[in-house]
Structure formats: C-alpha cells, structure tokens
C-alpha cells in the first residue's frame, strides 16, 4: 500500500526509526483519553436522560398506626398536569435500596424510613414544581420534592471538566506529535540535502520534493499509530472487562457508569491512526515546503 | 540565450567574487569557460544553472529576467538546463538509469517513455552493461558519463559543465568533449569550465576567461568566436 519509488532515500535513514514508536505511544494516549472522554460523556448524558424524566417525593416516617398522608398525596400527583406516573414505594422496595450498605439482614422495620414516590413526569410538559413542592408542603408538613438537580448538576460539572482536560491533553499529544515530525523531518532535510539540492537545480518542482518526505512521514505514521491504537483496544478491553465484572459482583445497576465504548467510541479511535497519519503528511509537507522556500 | 549585465555577485556579506560581468550567449554556441583557481568560474556557472542569484546586476536567460521572475516559474527554467557537475552529484541509493531517469521523472514523463529513453542514451555513452549499477559500483570515467547522461537526457537548450574533464584521463576528456561538440551540432548551447588548456587548444572554440572577478572574450585556436 502506497509504496512509492524514493528520490531521497528517506526509508534508510536511522534519523526516523523512532518516529513511529513514538507516534505509537502518542496514539496509545490520546486513544486512552479519548475514550475516558467518551465514556463520561456517556455516562452524564444516561444520568441526565434517566433522572430528567423523574421526580422523587418524600414524606417523612411517622409512628405506627398515625396516618402518614400518603393517599392524599399520591391523589394530588395523579391530579396534576405534566405527571404520566405516581408509583409509591412499598417499604419492602426502599429497604432494598438500602440493603447493599446495611446489609442484607437489614428489615425496613429496623429504622423509621421515610416513604418515597417515583414521579415520572412528561419531559415536554413538565409540572411546576416550584409550586408543587409548596402543595406538597401544605398537604403533608414535612414532606419534600426532589428533582435530582442539586446532585446531578454537581456530577455534570465535574464530567465536563473531565472532558475539556482529555480534550486539552488530546490537543497537547497532537501538538508533540506535530513538533516530533518537524525535528524528524528537518533532520531528514539535512542529512539529504545534497540529494535535494539535486533535484532542485535539475527542475524539481517543490511539491516534488515535499512528496518525498510527506508519503514517508504517512507511512511511518499509519505504521506507529496501528500499533498505538492495537494496545490501547487490549487496554480498554482489560479495563472494561474489570470494571463490567465489578459491576457484576456489586449491586444491581451499581455506581460505576458502564466503561464499554459503542460503536461510534470505537469508530472514533480508529479514525485516530488516520489523523495522526494525516497530520504527520501536512506537517511534514509544510516543513519542507517552507525549508525549499530559502532555496535560490 | 544567456545575457548578463555588470552582474556582481558576493556570498553573504563576503568580498565580490564576480564584478560587473556582461556578456551575451548565442543560441548554439560552446564557449569554454577558463581562468585560476578561485577566479569564479563556478560562481559564473550557478548564475547560469540558477543555483544562485545575482547580488547586482541583470541575468537574463531564455529571454528571462531572473530578479523578477516569479519562484514557481524557475522549475521549468531549469529543466531547459542540463548541468554537468564538478563532482557529479550521483545519488548514491539510486541505479544509473534511475539517475538518468532523474530529470525526465521530474518534468513528469511516463515510466516506460522514460526507461527506453534513458537505456538508449545510457548505451551510446558506453554503459549498456552498467543500467542498474549503483554509482558507488562505477569507475570515475563511468560516474562521469552518467552525470552527463543525466544531463542530456532531456535534450536541454543550454548545456553548463563545471570541469567535466576533471576526474578523466586525457583520453577520456577528449572523447567527453567530442560528445558535447556533437550535442552543440545538434543546437545545444554550451558552456564548459575547465582548466586543461591542451583540450580547449584542439577545439576551435571561443573561450570565456575569468580572472580577478573580471570577465573577457578570446577568440578560439582557429579564430572561432560566439
């Protein structure tokens, strides 16, 4: 593939036998990244799409046998518009949600728990909650309406962070991959310079030259970035495997997001060979059309 | 063909190698180039093979201005111009044809118009049995040929040799000028630095002597001139 016949011996120099393995590890990395930012990305916009759509009511435990204001309260949610579904927790269900930290002997009749209500409301419609909480409020003294927002606008901005550093740390890879094919390409510049100097006075046009150097700086490229992008896929299976097996040991659901890329994740990190390829010809392209440029 | 006009030129902020140098070229005429050591003829001759420009003065080549062409129109200049170098600037990695191939590979010609080309020409200068021989393989006499090959071997309007007698014996010398007096019947103009004045005395060529930076035209052995 792209094999070309070499005016400058470009393929003998031991100048650029380290180019592809440093792409290679600069692949690996920003592949790395890359997929850390995918997979929080992922996980914010699934906490997002889960939570968006519902509500949790609470109502505070009473004593036995005191009537707690749950019928009247389920009542006034099914009654207002914007709410599709009022489904309240059976304490069996809430001691449930509290069992994987207290244990499983822990009984719901251990502790005085409050009693909860999912709420799923119409994301196009939704409900004022505002003026809910105020109802809900005067109804049953003590009860509370939680949107979820307080902490997931908390979990969001920590993701975007997280984002913007893999997205600043993919452009400072790219950057050094940048300067890497500048240092190796200049140095081919000058340990041939009296084959360019050649081609140069017998009519060489100066895209002639760059192409020497452009196809050897792809192919060094492609050949390093295969490599980086192989051991990162080895990398993220382990680590998606490890992370899916201790999601299978903890708890239903679990507090880990999922770390598995989709298709497009994985879409995405094999495009990073071609860029890094990419970036390796235009780099090496400019540099050298900008070297001949101080030729008579 | 080729005009200059009190053309200096100077390498840096050094001393002016050539001063107010004016000449004018015919087409099809050989003109040896002499004079000392250091007295500028290769100087002379990067002008004319656009290696270097001019610190002052006007070259004109090809009905040319060379100050005020634009860079990306030197290319197919230099393709009109066949060069013979001092040390004839083989690549090493590459085979004679390949070598030859050079000039034509980079104007853009077909391969297979390129290879029949080339072995042709590699032939009657004597290297049939030398196409794939890297330089490094070639005796000094063989390199030579090849360098001339390379030179020739897109028919150029002007040919420049920087003494392309040099590395040769006598003999050899002699039959190298003999092909480029063939190239010059054939409506090359020529221009061939030397020092070996015995050579330039059995042709009957005008000489262009420099010395001192300074330039004058002296009629051939039988009164031949431009």
């Known amino acids: 593939m792209l094999r070309r016949r070499l005016d400058v011996p470009l393929d003998r120099d031991g100048s650029v036998r380290f180019v592809p393995w440093v792409i290679a590890l600069m692949v690996y990395l920003a592949a790395v990244m890359l997929a850390t930012g995918i997979v929080v990305s992922g996980a914010v916009s699934r906490w997002d799409r889960s939570l968006a759509g519902t509500l949790t009511v609470e109502l505070p435990p009473v004593k036995a046998g005191v009537a707690d204001g749950m019928d009247k309260v389920v009542a006034l949610l099914r009654a207002t518009p914007g709410i599709e579904k009022v489904e309240p927790l059976a304490a069996e269900q809430t001691s449930a949600l509290l069992r994987p930290w207290l244990g499983a002997e822990f009984s719901a009749a251990d502790l005085a728990l409050p009693r909860l209500i999912d709420v799923h409301i119409d994301p196009d419609a939704p409900p004022d909650t505002k003026a809910l909480a105020e109802e809900l409020a005067t109804m049953a003294p003590g009860a509370t309406l939680d949107d979820h927002h307080l902490w997931l606008d908390g979990l969001i901005r920590i993701a975007r962070t997280i984002e913007i550093v893999t997205a600043v740390i993919i452009l400072l890879i790219g950057g050094a991959a940048v300067l890497t094919i500048i240092f190796a390409t200049r140095t081919g510049l000058a340990i041939h310079h009296g084959v360019i100097q050649v081609l140069h006075l017998i009519g060489a046009r100066d895209g002639y030259i760059a192409a020497q150097f452009q196809w050897q700086a792809l192919m060094l490229a492609l050949r390093g970035g295969l490599v980086g992008i192989g051991l990162a896929a080895l990398t993220l299976f382990a680590i998606g495997h490890a992370a899916e097996a201790t999601r299978l040991q903890g708890s239903e659901g679990g507090l880990l997001p999922s770390v598995q890329l989709a298709l497009p994740g994985w879409i995405a990190l094999a495009l990073l060979p071609l860029l890094a390829g990419l970036i390796a010809l235009i780099t090496a392209r400019i540099t050298v059309l900008r070297a001949l440029a101080r030729m008579p | ?226």
């Open chain 2, 1 to 226: 063909m080729v005009r200059f006009e009190n053309v200096g030129m100077r390498y840096g902020s050094g001393p002016e190698i050539l001063r107010d140098i004016s000449m004018s070229l015919a087409p099809g005429s050989f003109h040896f180039l002499t004079g000392p050591s250091g007295a500028g003829k290769s100087s002379l001759l990067k002008l004319m093979y656009l290696a270097e420009r001019p610190s002052r003065g006007l070259v004109n080549l090809f009905g040319k201005d060379i100050a005020t062409l634009p860079r990306q129109e030197l290319p197919p200049l230099r393709r009109r111009i066949g060069v013979v170098f001092q040390d004839f600037r083989l690549i090493d990695h590459l085979s004679a044809v390949d070598n030859v191939s050079l000039p034509l590979r980079v104007a853009g010609l077909p391969e297979e118009e390129i290879r029949s080309h080339v072995t042709e020409l590699l032939r009657w200068v004597g290297l049939a049995d030398h196409l794939n021989a890297r330089p490094a393989t070639l005796s000094g006499g063989q390199q030579q040929r090849v360098a001339i090959a390379r030179a020739v071997i897109s028919r150029p309007s002007l040919l420049v040799a920087d003494e392309p007698t040099g590395n040769v014996d006598e003999d050899m010398g002699f039959r190298l000028l003999r092909l480029f007096d063939e190239l010059n019947r054939l409506g090359t103009t020529m221009v061939v630095a030397t020092h070996n004045e015995r050579l330039v005395a059995r042709f009957n060529h005008p000489r262009l002597h420099l010395e001192n930076g300074e330039l004058r035209l002296e009629r051939g052995a039988l009164g031949g001139t431009a």
